[in-house]
T-cell receptor
Framework: AQTVTQSQPEMSVQEAETVTLSCTYDTSESDYYLFWYKQPPSRQMILVIRQEAYKQQNATENRFSVNFQKAAKSFSLKISDSQLGDAAMYFCAYRSATGNQFYFGTGTSLTVIP | NAGVTQTPKFQVLKTGQSMTLQCAQDMNHEYMSWYRQDPGMGLRLIHYSVGAGITDQGEVPNGYNVSRSTTEDFPLRLLSAAPSQTSVYFC???????????????FGNGTRLTVT
């Protein structure tokens, strides 16, 4: 089974600053899909951004972007111009090439300091 | 469009009791799954299904049963609740066509279950 590792249990960032959350994964597959989810205190799971492994270009969604390094099996999330509403737990997820399983990291709790 | 509807939101059980967590989706997703979320452990897959009549075990299936009689519904049954099953449970669905493997999971709002 694939494993997803988020080595930063907690992170903090000043409002309006930039923060990067780390994610690495272990796989022998060449094709797969990566996701970042946000879980605010409401417990809702919200998709932030996705990346296909066959695409070299890093995905971007407004203030959120990823740094996808396929050879290093790394998929970090960069949040620019951090806002108070960005405070949440962030999960990195991997979807296998067969599509039938998603694997999640243990999460990073992000605090935004006013 | 309701998405994934999960009920109840909260539940307290006594050890040994049984219950069913309900999950329904209206997006015609073939893939449905159940996760449990525990502090420091992320989301762990309990069971999943890739279509009506097809189910399979995930990482932590013991103590849970599922069935998939329709595309829309995927209930999770706790047969004899134990304190170790105290957790937050999420139902999630996704497309399951090769052309759609970049599709994310769509989550329900979760159920907080406490077993005393």
């Amino acid at each position: 089974a694939q494993t997803v590792t988020q080595s930063q249990p907690e992170m903090s960032v000043q409002e309006a600053e930039t923060v990067t959350l780390s994610c690495t994964y272990d796989t022998s597959e060449s094709d797969y899909y990566l996701f970042w989810y946000k879980q605010p205190p409401s417990r809702q799971m919200i998709l932030v951004i996705r990346q296909e492994a066959y695409k070299q270009q890093n995905a971007t969604e407004n203030r959120f972007s990823v740094n996808f390094q396929k050879a290093a099996k790394s998929f970090s999330l960069k949040i620019s111009d951090s806002q108070l509403g960005d405070a949440a737990m962030y999960f990195c997820a991997y979807r296998s090439a067969t599509g039938n399983q998603f694997y999640f990291g243990t999460g990073t709790s992000l605090t935004v300091i006013p | 469009n309701a998405g994934v509807t999960q009920t109840p939101k909260f539940q307290v059980l006594k050890t040994g009791q049984s219950m069913t967590l309900q999950c329904a989706q209206d997006m015609n997703h073939e893939y449905m799954s159940w996760y449990r979320q525990d502090p420091g452990m992320g989301l762990r897959l309990i069971h999943y299904s890739v279509g009506a009549g097809i189910t399979d075990q995930g990482e932590v299936p013991n103590g849970y049963n599922v069935s998939r009689s329709t595309t829309e519904d995927f209930p999770l049954r706790l047969l004899s609740a134990a304190p170790s099953q105290t957790s937050v449970y999420f139902c999630a669905s996704s497309n399951y066509r090769v052309s759609s493997y970049n599709s994310p999971l769509h989550f329900g709002n979760g159920t907080r279950l406490t077993v005393t």
